[in-house]
């Protein structure tokens, strides 16, 4: 699949103001300081399609991007940033479990890993209630560059191997760098298969 288009369309504080039409959504969602913006921007080939910020923890509305007028990309705010106020916490800990639980129009949830750092305790709480949810996700590994090829694939392969602890079957994953475009082409042909069988089943 080739990304000719990619747009912003809205930002909503809760999932029943976000887009009206049935369009199938694929949500991207991790830990602050993950990368999210940065990859979201390597996927589209658009540098400033989502907002990049040293500062962590910048998003906190459901952001909907139209890509090629046919499916939404959707950057969800990042979780376990300790600097929010419990208030605020809770706030966008709802906000996200209700668009993920009541969002029909949601496809996938890919949840972004910093390769460097493997599981952190919110990442696997939040893997192992997608799976208890019947949540359909694939986990993005982040940062590859940080590590270099083969030092990537031995940490993925540990990370991966460290689910099995409760997962019978493992999720898809993908290794990625938005330094290096590493990964791109497989994150996006896997939308592009979903896209294509959701068609088919028309």
Known sequence: MDIKTSEFVLSSPTWTMCPKDVKPEYAFIGRSNVG???????????????????TPGKTLL?????????????????YGFAKRSKSV?????QMITSYILQREQLVNVFVLIDIRHGFQ??????????????????????????????????????????????????????????EKKIGRDE????????????????
């Open 121 to 178: 305790a919110t990442d696997r709480e939040f893997i192992d209630w997608l799976g208890r949810s019947s949540i359909p996700f694939s986990i993005i590994f982040t940062k590859a560059d940080k590590l270099g090829t083969q030092k990537a694939k031995q940490a993925v392969d540990t990370y991966m191997q460290s689910l099995t602890d409760t997962w019978e079957e493992l999720p898809p994953h993908f290794i990625t760098s938005s």
């Open 36 to 54: 999210k913006s940065s990859l979201i921007n390597m996927l589209c080939n658009h540098k400033n399609l989502a907002k990049t910020s040293s």
């Open 62 to 78: 459901i952001n909907h991007f139209i890509i090629n007028k046919e499916w939404y990309l959707v950057d969800l705010p990042g």
């Open 187 to 202: 994150v996006i042909d896997y939308i592009g298969r979903i896209n294509t069988s959701l068609k088919q089943n028309d």
């Open 89 to 93: 916490q809770n706030k966008l800990e």
